[in-house]
Every structure is written in C-alpha cells, then in structure tokens.
C-alpha cells in the first residue's frame, strides 16, 4: 500500500494509520466494499434515498462507472488502513465532479465503524487542496439536515460555508479558494443585512 501513489497519512486516535491515494480505474472493488460496510443511515445521508434494496449488480455497474470516471472534470481519494480482521481495507472516499471551470460537486464516504475518527475530515482537507490546485473555487453538496458528522465536519475545514434549507436537506456551498479580505467582506456583510443564503462556520 506505500508506494509512489500515497498523498498522505492520517493516525486516529486509537492509532489506526490511514494512507490515501487518488482513486483509480480499477477501484471498483474497494468502492462496493466501502458501500457494503455502510449501515442504513450513513447510505441514506449519502446518496440522499433509501437504498438498501439496491440489487449488487447496480451497485457493482455504479461503482465502476464513478472509479473509471477519472478525467479532467473529475478526482476522487481512496482511504485505506490495516484492520484487525483484514489488511489493506478501504475505509473511507471522497470525490468531486466539476459543474463548471469553478465549481465542483462534493461526495464523502467512510464507513460506519470508523466514523468520528476524524478521518472524513482528514480526507477532505486533502480534496480540498487538490481542488483548489485544480482551478476550483467552491465545492458544493446536498446535505440531510439530521447528517449531524457532516455538519460537524464542514464546520472544522475552515472555510467559509453558505447554507440554504430546503425541507428536509440544505445546498451547501464551501468556498475553498477565497482571500482573507473576502472573508471579512462576507462577514460584515451578514452582521448588516442577515442575507440569505444563511452562513454558517
């Protein structure tokens, strides 16, 4: 697993080493696993419906499309660590896909026995500086008002956040690539006028 393609590595506070790398072709496999190891909540935060009744073979043709998708409007990290009962498991993926020169949708995974280990936060950081090395400039998803981990996680990344509700999920805007004096400009904007979308830290 550590060789030239490891972007970086990450110890949980119970001392499980994480390494990730950018995701490749043939990845499918660690994908469906990840899926696998997700119970009913963290899928349903995920990809925003129930699909716990998705047959394998769907799950196997998606997981291949998203692996082989990986072209100048698309990248994706793989996280892997030595388990107890298995070595070199996949734990944990994030990925964006480009909606413009500038904007790019946001996907992260980890899987349910090594959640709040701080290693989805860990894994976004480092898309996040690939991002930005990319020419994007803002990073946004469709958030489950209840997803209280990735709420917790976007508030710990450190970037300015715009939140807008609708029923039971929020679009989420992070603006990854943004100076200093454009964040105060933000901020005395809202303490002003209170604008919608909401801004959130």
Known sequence: MLDD???GSYKTKTGIIVHARPLQAEDAPYLVDLFENMGPESRYNRFMQAVDHVGIDRVWHEAEQVAHQTNDRSFGLVAFAD???R???PIAA???VSISSTQAELAVSVRDDMQHMGIGTWLMEHLMAIAVEHGIEQLVGTIQN????MWAL???IGCRLESQ???SYSQVTIHVCESGS???DWLDTAADFSPEPQIIW
């Open 146 to 149: 209840g997803n209280t981990a």
């Open 182 to 184: 454009r964040i105060n």
């Open 5 to 7: 393609s490891v972007i």
């Open 94 to 96: 994030a990925r964006y």
């Open 83 to 85: 388990l107890p009962q």
């Open 165 to 167: 509700p609708e029923g």
């Open 87 to 89: 070595h070199n498991t």
């Open 154 to 156: 976007l508030k710990k």
